[in-house]
């Protein structure tokens, strides 16, 4: 990503960034810190399963780079770190976000997601006061619920979330922008649909399924694989959230998008495709690892995102194609072994 030179001189001294140890946080680490280094990141992560110090082990000693390990939802962790670092934006990444382990146990999702989002508005809330600040909450798709066999998400579709996940993110949402018109808290939000890419915990179903592909092991598909899921590349991704932070409107919600539906089975029959091709193995090898299982509790049968909101007011529109996007994603993770071990031990 590169930055527009028109934005120097309006960039904060000291970005919190939730949770950056995380997939999506971390890419937009990797991104920002060796191209701005004016701003000082402070990472502030818990380090739960999810999350993986040696992705961002590019950045340990870069000056402008600092880490805290610290818990969102205790309120004395939160109030400490704005005290001592005195952000003047906080990207908020930070949440639980595995629809599986929401309904398996859906406390820490309310915990982190909602009780830690709260803390942080709060201590956003006593102590900007000025301008130059910005609190830009990270959101999902989900939050709306399930599409049928046409339309689209978009800034103005009514939340019907499905999963303890979505309820919680939905819960985060509406205290994010309730702050925003109660106190004037500058708040931007985004919901973007799937995200895939480098860096993603193992428990997701692209890296699962890269995995268990390589590995000759079953590939579990819920139900038919009929659930169409909108696919979204974490560079795009991050590229839309800096437009927003440097270009957008407080108070304002926009949705990302990749433009790119897929049936979970298709998107499988693609993935074993790349695999074998990348592991010389014969073409349709794969295919014959496909299984089906019962589907899951509340699954949404489609995501689609709206995207014309902000590619009309910020100029974003995804660049990476489905298939170039998967082919780099299958790449990294057929040589990164390391990675991959240290995030299957945190698990």
Known sequence: MQLASDLVDRLPGVILVTGGSGFIGSAFLLSLVPQLPGVRFVNADRLTYAANPLSLQSLEGNPNYAFRLLDIAEPMDVERVFEEERPDWVVHFAAESHVDRSILGPAEFVRTNVVGTFNLLEAARKRWASSGHLFHH???????????ETGKFSETTPYDPSSPYSASKAASDHLAMAYHRTYGLPVRITNCSNNYGPRQN????????????????ALPVYGEGKNVRDWLYVDDH???????????????TYCVGGDCER???DLVRALCGVVDRRLGRPE??????????P?????????????????????????????????ATVAWYLRNPEWIASARARA
């Open 238 to 252: 991050i590229d839309a959230i800096w437009q927003v932070a440097t270009r957008g409107r407080n108070g304002e």
């Open 138 to 148: 990270i959101s999902t798709d989900e939050v709306f619920g399930s599409l049928g």
């Open 284 to 293: 349709g090898a794969g295919l014959k690892q496909i299984t089906f299982v």
């Open 263 to 265: 049936t979970n089975l």
């Open 202 to 217: 193992p428990e997701k179903m692209i890296p699962t399924m890269i995995l268990a592909a390589a590995d000759g092991r």
């Open 295 to 327: 589907d899951r509790p509340g699954h949404d049968f489609r995501y689609a995102i709206d995207t014309s909101k902000i590619e009309r007011e910020l100029g974003w529109k995804a660049m990476h194609s489905f298939e170039r996007g998967l082919d």
